[in-house]
């Protein structure tokens, strides 16, 4: 029988998680902590929660910036996020995500999106789906030196061929091909690879056959650590919860509360109280009477007034 996993300890106070860091963990046995985070107060977060890896997902586009699906972000909206984040974290490592048709058309412009997200942001790395041609362009860009890492399963950039928002190889057909697109990622010199809403047994056979990490968001508990959104785990996204996501605090709530009482505070004049308010030294509030004392009477006079703002 197979000892049991190690449980995954914080990266050590400023100690950056790097690349060997993920290969030792997976090497011993310890889980590791991937979230995602789209600005610099979810950074802090992540950072000061001791996770090992963030990943800037392009599931903002729906968390964060209203879109209906991950497809219409762009590049630069992507770019501002991981910026953000970028001067929020210290340990983990920042990975970005390539936004659709940011990477696609070819080997250069691929390179040249992945090296504005390690320039521009600070990225350690960038992510990118599918295997296929996408595993030539994550091969393109280990070649030009950024470290890549795969996502296969269930790719939101492609929900709509795969047939929606639903787990992926349930067919053995279907699972080959999930299993191939991983292979491919590894071979093309990916450091990891995102395993989406497969079926555990599935994710067993890939794990079998990777060498690098995997990291699993709805692909069951076998995998070398996990993923999950922010504003998932939280409870802060409105939107629909996929089956593989644990609510780990309900903030939306405790936000709607907050803001709700505040609205029913300034409308019944609670808010603010005199302990949130500014005051000037009496002497000086004397000679502000006095001033504008002189200001009026000049202004009835009509007369040049000089010792003061003019009314």
Sequence with gaps: MSAAPRASAPPAKGRPVTLSTLAEKKALGEPIVMVTAYDYPSAEVAEAAGVDVVLVGDSAAMTVLGYESTVPVSLDEMLMLAAAVRRGLRSPLLVGDLPFASYERSDEQAVASAQ????????????????????????????????????????PQTATQLGGYRSQGRTAERALAVLREALELE?????????EAIPRELTREIVARLTVPTIGIGAGPETDGQV?????????????????????????????????????????????????CYEMAPDELERLRSLLAEAEEAAATEEPFTGGPSL
């Design 116 to 155: 504005r997200f390690v320039k521009e942001a600070g990225c350690d790395a960038v992510k990118l789906e599918r295997g296929g041609r996408s595993a030539e362009r994550a091969r393109a860009i280990v070649e030009a030196g950024i470290p890549v890492m795969g996502h296969v399963g269930l790719t």
């Design 187 to 195: 071979r093309a010199g990916c450091f990891a690879v995102v395993l």
């Design 228 to 276: 999950l959104v922010f504003h998932d785990l939280l409870g802060i996204y409105g939107g629909h919860k996929p089956r593989f996501v644990k609510r780990y605090a309900e903030l939306r709530d405790a936000m709607v509360a907050g803001v709700r009482r505040y609205c029913e505070e300034v409308r019944g004049r609670a808010y603010p109280g005199d302990e949130h």
